[in-house]
């Protein structure tokens, strides 16, 4: 099984890719854990760690990909 | 069973993406398709009309989501 995590801010561009591609995955395989950035402020520097440079974003294997074009982590701080 | 499209061009972000967003998808409810742009230019206009701007670009019940920021269509042309 491997670790999914999904960075996000609550925001719509958020929500939707939330609800259609972490939701998506496959959960034989991957355990997702959804993180509101937004809410947990502490956890920034985790996603900055894995390369997060927007939210959302999906972490896969510790790799990062960006969803869309959403705000920047520098807003969120 | 719903119907996701994995848009690319071939460039290492989209390799990626695809090897490790496109086929994390939940084989149970989601069969994707694979469609390399670069080489069905044919293809671009249905790319557009969901809405994608750039590749890749993953495409579930209808909605486009961008991966990283990769190439816009447009140079694909």
Redesign the interface.
Known sequence: MSK?LFFHAGCPICI??EQ??AA???????DVEVVHLGEQKSRIAEAEGFGVQSVPA?V??G???????GASLADLK
Chains 1, 2 share one sequence.
Request: charged share 15%; proline share 9%.
């Open positions: 999914a939707s890719a259609q591609v998506a995955l496959d959960p034989a395989r991957y999906l896969i294997d790799q990062p990909f960006h969803i869309n074009f």
